[in-house]
């Protein structure tokens, strides 16, 4: 069954650093988000991606915040300069119609310290 | 208002019987519905899929959908011990846009 990928499982980084988290969706899907998951608490929306540009954006997803698709395969989260908050699970979704339910990536657990 | 509630649990049922989990949504608009098992530490799985009013069923599962309600829910019956984790609702905001969360239910079916 295909899956989503997302690199690194876990990473740990100091605040005020710069991490790149990345996700490779499923080949055919055209749609593609960013979740994140602070422990103990729900699942909230980033931003979603369509058509190689940002389709839409949460209040949380500010300017430390940005998205890429640099290839054909590649979805990757930027935090510019990381917060202490920052710290939760990050997974990435993708669909292949935008009506769908999403698969999830199996996450990348940020730890900021 | 919340835009999508859930009762946070734990649900405890014994291992055979139905367990009931229950979603209201505040979005009158919205159109699609989702319910998403997690376990611990990992990622949300997708079970159902519901868009018309009604039940739709699959396999143990049955998703319930009342819109004027504004009310979604999800029957597991014969629940197993494998069942135990967390059921997310899922909601789509709008008639188009990324899916809202609830926080979870959390079920724990005793052997």
């Known amino acids: 069954e295909p899956e989503v990928t997302q690199t690194p499982s876990h990473q740990v980084t100091q605040m005020g650093q710069e991490v790149i988290l990345r996700c490779v969706p499923i080949?055919?899907?055209?749609?593609f988000y960013w979740y994140r998951q602070i422990l103990g608490q729900k699942v909230e929306f980033l931003v979603s991606?369509?058509?190689?540009?940002?389709?839409?954006k949460s209040e949380i997803f500010d300017d430390q915040f940005s998205v890429e698709r640099p290839d054909g395969s590649n979805f990757t989260l930027k935090i510019r300069s990381t917060k202490l908050e920052d710290s939760a699970m990050y997974f990435c979704?993708?669909?292949?119609?935008?009506?769908?339910?999403?698969?999830f990536g199996s996450g990348t657990r940020l730890t900021v310290v | 208002q919340k835009e999508v509630e859930q009762n946070s649990g734990p649900l405890s049922v014994p291992e055979g019987a139905i367990a009931s989990l229950n979603c209201t949504y505040s979005?009158?608009?919205?159109?699609?519905f989702f319910w998403y098992r997690q376990y611990s530490g990992k990622s949300p799985e997708l079970i159902m899929s519901?868009?018309?009013?009604g039940d739709k069923e699959d396999g143990r599962f049955t998703a319930q959908l009342n819109k004027a309600s504004q009310y979604v829910s999800l029957l597991i019956r014969d629940s197993q011990p494998s069942d135990s984790a967390t059921y997310l609702c899922?909601?789509?905001?709008?008639?188009?846009?990324?899916?809202?969360f609830g926080k979870g239910t959390k079920l724990s079916v005793k052997p």
């Open positions: 979704a993708s669909t292949g119609q935008e009506d769908y339910g999403y698969t």
């Open positions: 080949s055919n899907h055209l749609y």
């Open positions: 991606f369509y058509n190689n540009e940002i389709s839409e």
């Open positions: 979005d009158r608009v919205s159109q699609s």
């Open positions: 519901i868009y018309s009013n």
């Open positions: 899922a909601v789509r905001k709008g008639s188009q846009g990324n899916l809202i």
